[in-house]
């Protein structure tokens, strides 16, 4: 290995501040050098297949690759450049043609079948595997089948080819959707134009133009500016502005549109099933899922949304008959109207309350919530090598313990794209602890005061970190199994459960006070938190539902060699309550489903949030701080990743099946 490449060293902290982006390509080939020569000893192994020459040896085979990879694209998401975007692009298909090579490779798998069929034979000279072995040994089976193994001949080689294009056109439409992003602002000169905004968005937009040589204010579409200009400007005509910019992301019809990508993808992935033998790429992602089947899936969104609908119009109709309303009320003036109505039901002010949530603050809260529910310890690692000066890391500790690296990246830059995530930079693996990410984009800090959050923020942040501790708290072996490694449609429910923390008076007096007095978030605040948590949980309900049909419609479609457009598609899918804006469009947008790994699973926030209701009512009738409830879960649920069917990690905490109806009593839907 070439020592003089900081990613080719051994090295157990991520060599980030030493990374140039032309250290990746020769890094990424050597490392996949390296991983097929493991793989052909492994295939060409002189003894008789057993779990440890096998299926296990397969486990570590690319660990490098799987670690060097994991830099490249971590950064890639959060601190890209052209430069290192044109490298992902050339590298991500000889990535996922050396997985190919091995997901197809039949001396592999005959090797494992010969394993599974001792284990599985009954004869008392067989192995007998522990259940995480056991699970292993399944997941590597399945694999090879659901990659392609069994196919022949030119399918074989059109299965491959359609993988490393699928890996490209992923990473065109992220590009794409940053880049259209990046290139919009709303630069305003004059001060009526500001009516409404809070002094905090005033300021950040009064920075933002200076930081780009202008005078007056700059609002863009990143998050902390979009949210808070559509949800308190007055000026109308200005929210139709940003609204019809933001809806219009990756469906412009230039260089960056998306349209032509999503057909692309959604041909192949649909051409991949057919040529596995389901009949939708739903059929096949599904089939691995614990709603298990396209008909199951059908009948769990139809229930939701027939229980949800009259409701959600029912909310429509409060917020049109909001004070002032225009009719027809238009997408840009929903989130106005909708606040001006939670302000005059609730007294509750979002804004009014960010001074209580100052970034540190939270960040602090939730550690300690941490410490209260699990015995853990955050403490700063400024020691450990970033990629960014906002990027901070944490030792986490259970005891004299260290669990892990917890990596914080909270604010947005054009090199970073929107939303939220957790991320690994390793998994935990046995004696190996994990580092983990957790990345946001929450306001910045302005000259006058920190970065301020606002109460659905907190929230964001709550869900994350849910995300960034069922991987801190695992204890397998393996580490594909380890942590967030589970069903796509549980992967959800342990981060989802801790958002709930977000709306305990025990727990908001710990943490929210005022970042200039002092003074602790007023009781009356707190119960009209608390008495608004269900504020247009329907409407917000069909929002999500939406979604997950989008993402079935596009996944379940016929007419995949056709020249539709994603709008007309998604117009079909969606029960619109609102009117639809010509050339506003979510999917060309849709990260997950497109960019990322949630394709035929976006409904998993919806059958994870049935999980995570039943599940804090657990904790709600135990004790929110309950030690003993808090080391069941860590111990049932959190420390087990995937080693086991999530149904089984289900009823060995609450000792029951899922209560279906528990969402809509929390919702408010159906009485408790």
């Not at 001396?107 to 259940?131: A, F, K, M, W």
């Not at 000026?235 to 057909?263: F, K, P, S, T």
């Not at 089947?293 to 949304?305: A, I, K, T």
């Not at 804006?581 to 994870?608: L, M, P, V």
Request: hydrophobic letters at 40%.
């Amino acid at each position: 290995m070439n020592t003089t490449n900081p990613l080719l060293r051994e090295w157990e902290l991520p060599p980030l501040e030493a990374v140039a982006t032309g250290d990746y390509e020769p890094a990424i080939r050597a490392a996949i050098a390296e991983a097929e020569a493991a793989i052909e000893a492994i295939a060409t192994h002189t003894e008789p297949p057993t779990f440890a020459n096998t299926v296990e040896a397969l486990e570590t085979a690319s660990l490098r690759l799987d670690r060097v990879s994991a830099v490249m694209m971590n950064l890639n998401e959060c601190c890209t450049s052209e430069e290192l975007q044109e490298v992902v692009m050339r590298l991500e298909p000889e990535i996922t043609r050396f997985g190919m090579k091995v997901s197809t490779d039949r001396r592999l798998y005959r090797r494992v079948q010969e394993v599974h069929r001792l284990v599985q034979s009954g004869d008392p000279s067989s192995p007998t595997l522990p259940p995480e072995e056991q699970t292993l040994l399944e997941n590597t089976l399945k694999s090879f089948l659901r990659h392609g193994v069994g196919l022949e001949g030119e399918a074989s080689e059109r299965y491959k080819r359609n993988e490393e294009e699928l890996s490209e056109l992923k990473l065109r439409f992220s590009q794409n959707a940053l880049a259209d992003l990046n290139a919009w602002t709303m630069h305003l000169t004059d001060e009526a134009d500001l009516d409404g905004l809070p002094a905090s968005q005033r300021a950040a937009a009064r920075e933002e133009a200076a930081a780009r040589g202008l005078e007056g204010w700059v609002f863009t579409l990143s998050a902390p500016s979009y949210v808070p200009f559509m949800t308190y400007s007055t000026q109308r005509h200005l929210r139709e502005r940003m609204y019809r910019a933001y809806g219009a992301i990756g469906n412009h019809g230039d260089a960056h549109d998306n349209n032509a990508v999503i057909r692309r993808i959604v041909a192949l992935r649909s051409e991949q099933a057919a040529l596995l033998g389901y009949r939708t790429y739903c059929d096949y992602v599904l089939e691995d899922r614990m709603v298990q089947s396209l008909d199951n899936l059908r009948q769990f969104m139809q229930r939701l949304l027939d229980a949800v609908l009259p409701a959600a119009r029912k909310d429509l109709e409060e917020v049109q008959h909001t004070a002032g309303a225009p009719q027809p009320l238009m997408p840009w003036d929903f989130a106005f109207y909708a606040e001006q109505l939670k302000h005059s039901r609730y007294d509750l002010d979002e804004e009014a309350l960010r001074p209580y949530f100052p970034l540190d603050a939270v960040r602090d809260g939730i550690f300690s919530l941490y410490g209260r529910l699990y015995g853990l310890r955050f403490t700063p690692a400024p020691e450990v090598p970033v990629y960014h000066p906002d990027v901070h890391v944490f030792r986490v500790h259970d005891g004299g313990r260290e669990m892990g690296l917890l990596y914080l990246d909270m604010h947005p830059r054009p090199s970073k794209r929107s939303g939220a995530w957790m991320t690994e930079f390793r998994g935990q693996h046995g004696a190996s602890r994990p580092q983990i990410q957790v990345v946001c984009n929450f306001s910045k800090p302005t000259a006058d005061t920190p970065s301020l959050l606002r109460f659905s923020e907190v929230e964001t942040f709550m869900h994350e970190m849910g995300h960034a501790m069922h991987g801190m708290l695992s204890e397998v072996r393996y580490e594909s199994l380890s942590g967030t490694n589970v069903k796509r449609d549980f992967v959800e429910m342990p981060s989802q459960v801790m958002e709930n923390w977000c709306y305990e008076p025990a727990f908001l007096s710990t943490f929210a006070r005022h970042y200039r007095t002092g003074q602790p978030l007023p009781e009356d605040s707190i119960a009209r938190i608390r008495a608004a948590q269900n504020h247009l949980a329907a409407w917000y309900c069909l929002r999500q539902l939406n979604l997950g049909l989008t993402d079935m419609a596009f996944h379940t479609m016929e007419d995949n060699g056709g020249q539709w457009s994603a709008e007309s598609v998604e117009a079909a899918a969606m029960t619109n309550l609102l009117p639809r804006i010509d050339g506003c469009c979510t999917a060309t947008n849709f990260s997950h489903i497109f960019g990322g790994g949630y394709a035929s699973g976006y409904y998993g926030y919806k059958w994870a949030e049935v999980l995570d209701a039943d599940i804090f009512s657990r904790f709600r009738e135990d004790g929110i701080f309950n030690a003993d409830t808090a080391a069941r879960f860590r111990r049932e649920i959190l420390s087990r990743g995937g080693t086991e069917h999530p149904a089984v990690l289900f009823r060995r905490f609450m000792h029951r099946d899922p209560d279906p109806q528990a969402l809509l009593r929390r919702m408010g839907l159906i009485n408790q």
